[in-house]
């Protein structure tokens, strides 16, 4: 799909999402308005040699930063580095964290930043002088009780330990201004797995409504990077069948189920699932149409659109990745039966763990692993079943419940704050 086509879906599937909530909570003009509008959108260039052994000729890279909405709290949302990075996407993606941490009722707004770069077109110093640039250039908008970013696609702990550094220079020792760091520089524990942890647990929530035991479920995950390959790795642990895992170059299939931690030394040896032993090679394309109790999509987003909407054979998608289905492939979904657990929902741990590692900082003490996943799974479970029921009471779908909740709550506090 080409990459305008794919803001383009993404962009317009927020708009429609928030629409259906919007009527279904009867707001009016002026207050989705206020909504929708952001806070700040910042964009700043970044010159930088891609490779300092070599010489490659100065480029220029685009970085952004847009702050929705903080009526709750300090801005709250992720970095990526990515080729596909622009100012509409960063935009649709700030609004939906927006959304996010008021469904999980923390006190945080969104945000959402990113660089439009090829990371694998630098060298590692190349891609640390860029990150450093980058804070320098967003110091002004960055700030523990303002905005504090996170990892996504394209970063890791790493590239925040980095973010850390270069913000210290001028603020002293700040650990909580991003979170997801290395647990060496006040990292959470449990940060790492957090999304994809939260996946799974949804997953086994879901599976036990059905009355199927997770034990009995077979799933499909799209995409295995650090969402994906822990969510697979958690589902794998409670027992359920993984029969397909893909990746940028495709995808392996094995009925019977993978071996997932077999699947993660060898995506750690060779970089890709391609070849993994005792699986057969299958396109991502073909992996989305396979038959299976739960398809989880922890992709980019848009993958599941109106061309191949009509070829899922899934009972359940549960969405790992942020905005994976069109709002005309999420209806085309619900027409057919098949249940959608929205992205604000079911990827919603990662957000939630920030917020535990930012107040671990905050208090300067740290929490121990159990503790954590298990504050983690009784929050995120506790939403599932407030979505639930409200979605079962007004008759509406899950996402549409999802948003209602969090839309309301932020609604209240621009009223409360006199906005």
Same mark, same amino acid.
């Given at each position: 799909?080409?990459?305008?086509?794919?803001?383009?879906?993404?962009?317009?599937?927020?708009?429609?999402?928030?629409?259906?909530?919007?009527?279904?909570?009867?707001?009016?003009?002026?207050?989705?308005?206020?909504?929708?509008?952001?806070?700040?959108?910042?964009?700043?260039?970044?010159?930088?040699?891609?490779?300092?052994?070599?010489?490659?000729?100065?480029?220029?890279?685009? /970085?952004?930063?847009?702050?929705?909405?903080?009526?709750?709290?300090?801005?709250? &949302? /992720?970095?990526?580095?990515?080729?596909?990075?622009?100012?509409?996407?960063?935009?649709?993606?700030?609004? #939906?964290?927006?959304?996010?941490?008021?469904?999980?009722? !923390?006190?945080?707004?969104?945000?959402?930043? &990113?660089?439009?770069?090829?990371?694998?077109? #630098?060298?590692?110093?190349?891609?640390?002088?860029?990150?450093?640039?980058?804070?320098?250039?967003?110091?002004? *908008?960055? /700030?523990?009780?303002?905005?504090?970013?996170?990892?996504?696609?394209?970063?890791?702990?790493? *590239?925040?330990?980095?973010?850390?550094?270069?913000?210290?220079?001028?603020?002293?020792?700040?650990?909580?201004?991003?979170?997801?760091?290395?647990?060496?520089?006040?990292?959470?524990?449990?940060? #790492?797995?957090?999304?994809?942890?939260?996946?799974?647990?949804?997953?086994?929530?879901?599976?036990?409504?059905?009355?199927?035991?997770?034990?009995?479920?077979?799933?499909?995950?799209?995409?295995?990077?650090?969402?994906?390959?822990?969510?697979?790795?958690?589902?794998?642990?409670?027992?359920?069948? !993984?029969?397909?895992?893909?990746? @940028?170059?495709?995808?392996? @299939?094995?009925?019977?189920?993978?071996?997932?931690?077999?699947?993660?030394?060898?995506?750690?040896?060779?970089?890709?699932? =391609?070849?993994?032993?005792?699986?057969?090679?299958?396109?991502?394309?073909?992996?989305?149409?396979?038959?299976?109790?739960?398809? +989880?999509?922890?992709?980019? =987003?848009?993958? +599941?659109?109106?061309?191949?909407?009509?070829?899922?054979?899934?009972?359940?998608?549960?969405?790992?990745?942020?905005?994976?289905?069109?709002?005309?492939?999420?209806?085309?979904?619900?027409?057919?039966?098949?249940?959608?657990?929205?992205?604000?929902?079911?990827?919603?741990?990662?957000?939630?763990?920030?917020?535990?590692?930012?107040?671990?900082?905050?208090?300067?003490?740290?929490?121990?692993?159990?503790?954590? %996943?298990?504050?983690?799974?009784?929050?995120? %479970?506790?939403?599932?079943?407030?979505?639930?029921?409200?979605?079962?009471?007004?008759?509406?779908? #899950?996402?549409?419940?999802?948003?209602?909740?969090?839309? &309301?709550?932020?609604?209240?506090?621009?009223?409360?704050?006199?906005?």
């Amino acid at each position: 799909m080409p990459v305008e086509r794919k803001h383009c879906q993404c962009q317009d599937t927020q708009f429609h999402f928030l629409t259906r909530a919007f009527e279904s909570l009867q707001l009016e003009a002026a207050q989705r308005e206020l909504l929708l509008s952001p806070f700040r959108e910042t964009t700043v260039s970044i010159p930088l040699r891609p490779n300092r052994n070599d010489d490659s000729e100065l480029q220029t890279f685009m /970085g952004y930063r847009v702050q929705h909405n903080h009526a709750r709290g300090p801005f709250k &949302g /992720g970095l990526r580095f990515h080729p596909s990075v622009n100012l509409g996407e960063i935009r649709a993606l700030a609004q #939906l964290m927006t959304w996010k941490t008021a469904l999980v009722d !923390i006190p945080f707004g969104g945000a959402k930043g &990113g660089i439009a770069v090829d990371t694998t077109q #630098l060298d590692r110093h190349a891609l640390e002088i860029l990150t450093k640039r980058f804070t320098q250039k967003m110091v002004p *908008v960055f /700030g523990v009780h303002e905005d504090i970013p996170a990892p996504d696609i394209g970063t890791n702990p790493q *590239v925040m330990a980095w973010i850390l550094e270069e913000y210290s220079k001028t603020h002293g020792y700040t650990p909580a201004i991003v979170t997801g760091k290395p647990i060496e520089l006040g990292g959470s524990a449990g940060r #790492l797995e957090a999304t994809g942890y939260g996946v799974a647990c949804i997953t086994r929530e879901v599976a036990s409504e059905m009355s199927l035991p997770i034990k009995q479920a077979r799933v499909v995950i799209q995409g295995f990077g650090n969402v994906g390959s822990h969510a697979a790795l958690s589902l794998s642990r409670m027992g359920a069948r !993984i029969i397909a895992l893909s990746d @940028y170059r495709g995808g392996v @299939y094995a009925e019977s189920g993978i071996d997932v931690s077999a699947a993660v030394r060898h995506v750690a040896e060779t970089e890709w699932l =391609e070849g993994l032993p005792e699986t057969e090679a299958i396109s991502n394309a073909e992996l989305l149409a396979l038959p299976c109790d739960f398809l +989880i999509p922890a992709a980019l =987003e848009a993958t +599941i659109d109106c061309d191949n909407a009509d070829t899922i054979k899934a009972k359940a998608v549960i969405e790992a990745a942020n905005i994976p289905v069109t709002h005309l492939a999420d209806t085309a979904l619900r027409d057919r039966g098949i249940a959608v657990v929205p992205d604000l929902l079911a990827n919603a741990g990662g957000v939630l763990t920030s917020y535990y590692e930012w107040v671990q900082n905050l208090q300067e003490f740290p929490w121990d692993y159990e503790t954590i %996943l298990q504050r983690l799974e009784t929050r995120l %479970l506790s939403v599932y079943e407030q979505v639930r029921d409200l979605a079962s009471s007004r008759q509406v779908d #899950l996402r549409t419940a999802a948003y209602e909740l969090a839309i &309301g709550r932020v609604a209240r506090a621009i009223a409360l704050r006199g906005f």
